[in-house]
């Protein structure tokens, strides 16, 4: 028999974002099984660089360092970046990302707590605006390219720049599945003989759309120990499955299944690690429904119509600047007050 008081300890940040980076495993481990180790570079070379950042403009801000540094939020954003960006992403993209992230999109609002954007979108941002052609360079899965790089060779082009001699950057790399598609429709190709392509898989792309299904795990997990709550998740991944199944079932030629979108670039990685950054996103329960709807109906529309072929990371970014709004807005109401809780 268990015996009252039943008061539990609030988990701690710390312990909170331990869990979260613990929850990131399943997807990392079918990244590396599919595309290869060079994932655990970027992985860390953003951690070594988010901490040191950290330690860095902690120092300047006469903060103590221990305490925030051992929360593992700056490893959580090194993460979640390093899994946004190519893995044979060059050494100094990975460092000049993560810093961004860390000094400008956190620590310039007053650090953890603070920041109206998520950082790890904002050096995401950064670095497919600043350098678009290293963005596009992603590995081909395992004996589907017409060559593959052994550990040792990823680590040459990574921190050298340097291939095998008579190997070119193309022939180990290819566009993400999502590039491919739009590509492809620009081309005049229809849905179906795209997808009849050897990148696809079932769902979406080969290797990505079991990697997207780590990621699925790793949230569920989430959920099932309370870390996360459901309104961000199922919100997000609702909105981008009807807007995508509504302009499939009125043009099935030029626009892909919803599962296809599911199951493609950072939407399972968004709905379960990026939107339900608690700092970034609306408090209310109300509130974080709106806020994910809107986040998955502008991932839909940049895929489809937008200059790039993932939406994830400025949707967040434009529902980020809604936050204010969308917490004033949906303030339940304070007993005994007219009006609303104001």
Not at 163 to 185: C, E, F, I, N, S
Request: net charge positive; with cysteine; hydrophobic share 55%.
């Amino acid at each position: 028999m268990w015996s009252s008081p039943f008061i539990t300890q609030p988990s701690s940040v710390s312990q909170i974002m331990l869990r979260v980076l613990l929850a990131l495993i399943p997807g990392i481990a079918l990244y590396v099984w599919y595309f290869g180790p060079a994932i655990l570079v970027s992985i860390a070379l953003a951690s070594a660089t988010a901490l040191a950042t950290e330690a860095v403009m902690l120092k300047l801000r006469n903060r103590p360092i221990k305490p925030f540094l051992s929360d593992n939020s700056a490893l959580l954003t090194a993460w979640l970046l390093a899994l946004s960006i190519p893995p044979l992403a060059p050494w100094w993209m990975v460092v000049v990302g993560t810093a961004f992230a860390i000094a400008i999109s956190k620590h310039l609002y007053g650090g953890l707590g603070n920041n109206p954007f998520n950082p790890a979108m904002i050096g995401y941002a950064v670095l497919i605006i600043s350098f678009p052609v290293h963005m596009t360079h992603w590995l081909t899965p395992h004996a589907l390219g017409g060559a593959e790089l052994t550990f040792g060779e990823q680590l040459g082009y990574i921190f050298n720049g340097a291939l095998p001699a008579g190997l070119t950057l193309d022939a180990v790399t290819m566009a993400t599945p999502l590039d491919t598609l739009k590509t492809q429709l620009h081309l005049g190709l229809s849905v179906d003989n795209i997808r009849d392509m050897p990148i696809y898989g079932r769902l979406a792309g080969k290797g990505s759309e079991m990697v997207a299904v780590g990621f699925a795990i790793g949230g569920l997990y989430l959920l099932f120990i309370r870390i996360i709550s459901w309104h961000l998740p199922v919100a997000f991944l609702a909105a981008l499955f009807a807007t995508a199944g509504v302009f499939h079932l009125v043009d099935p030629v030029h626009y892909v299944t919803p599962l296809f979108h599911w199951f493609s670039g950072a939407a399972m990685l968004g709905a379960f690690f990026i939107l339900t950054d608690p700092v970034t996103s609306p408090t209310t329960p109300r509130g974080k429904l709106i806020f994910a709807a809107g986040a998955g109906l502008l991932t839909y529309l940049i895929r489809a119509f937008g200059g790039y072929p993932d939406g994830m990371a400025f949707a967040t970014l434009l529902m980020n600047i809604c936050v204010p709004l969308i917490d004033a807005w949906t303030q339940p109401k304070v007993f005994g007050k007219k009006g609303g809780g104001k």
